[in-house]
T-cell receptor, first 118, second 116 residues
Framework: AQKITQTQPGMFVQEKEAVTLDCTYD???????LFWYKQPSSGEMIFLIY??????QNATEGRYSLNFQKARKSANLVISASQLGDSAMYFC???????????????FGPGTSLSVIP | NAGVTQTPKFQVLKTGQSMTLQCAQD?????MYWYRQDPGMGLRLIYY???????DKGEVPNGYNVSRLNKREFSLRLESAAPSQTSVYFC???????????????FGEGSWLTVV
């Protein structure tokens, strides 16, 4: 069963505008983590931002912020002031397993293709 | 820093042939992962290893085997390659959940495998 859902296969945004990429997840663990990765056309995976399930504040990293709504099981990525270089695939991921155990599973969603328009 | 190194980067196999994808990390990480990426399907977890000496199945383990040779190395083996295994394979590593700070997952550059 798919545990990470990204409902937007493709998105367009005007340069300098903000954009929100959606991610919902499903887990029965109390302790988990959520990630966003960027994959440009060159193929490398670039870490953007991380949110732990017990973090009370939403994570921010520069122009990236994660809108974490635990009760709704959503972890949307917000990119402010979009740039042409933001055009890429964006993947939401979830890490399950308790800290200190040997269970450390990380799964990814299907991704959203973002295109920034000049 | 080398980070996560995968070999080979490109490989063409005939159906039924076997091969091993090698992965090594130099960051002293506990956890290592193998993913495959197909168009429209994101990255799907094949196998993972949360520590030296342990391996676990991911989402799509059929047709693959893995070996966590030591803390640095995690190999992926295709015993009898099939065209459905044509994909881009990514190895990744992380300090692991034994450390609260070990949350970032580092990826290799990918291995392009074609089975004809």
């Amino acid at each position: 069963a798919q545990k990470i859902t990204q409902t937007q296969p493709g998105m367009f945004v005007q340069e300098k505008e903000a954009v929100t990429l959606d991610c919902t997840y499903d887990t029965s663990d109390q302790s988990y983590g959520l990630f966003w990765y960027k994959q440009p056309s060159s193929g490398e995976m670039i870490f953007l931002i991380y949110q732990g399930s017990y973090d009370e504040q939403n994570a921010t990293e520069g122009r990236y912020s994660l809108n974490f709504q635990k009760a709704r099981k959503s972890a949307n990525l917000v990119i402010s002031a979009s740039q042409l270089g933001d055009s890429a695939m964006y993947f939401c991921a979830m890490r399950e397993g308790l800290i200190g155990t040997s269970y450390d599973k990380v799964i990814f969603g299907p991704g959203t293709s973002l295109s920034v328009i000049p | 820093n080398a980070g996560v190194t995968q070999t080979p980067k490109f490989q063409v196999l005939k159906t039924g042939q076997s091969m091993t994808l090698q992965c090594a990390q130099d960051m002293n990480h506990n956890s290592m992962y193998w993913y495959r990426q197909d168009p429209g399907m994101g990255l799907r977890l094949i196998y993972y290893s949360a520590s030296e000496g342990t391996t676990d199945k991911g989402e799509v383990p059929n047709g693959y085997n893995v070996s966590r040779l030591n803390k640095r190395e995690f190999s992926l083996r295709l015993e009898s390659a099939a065209p459905s295994q044509t994909s881009v394979y990514f190895c990744a590593s992380s300090e692991g959940r034994t450390s609260p700070a070990g949350n970032t997952i580092y990826f290799g550059e990918g291995s392009w495998l074609t089975v004809v």
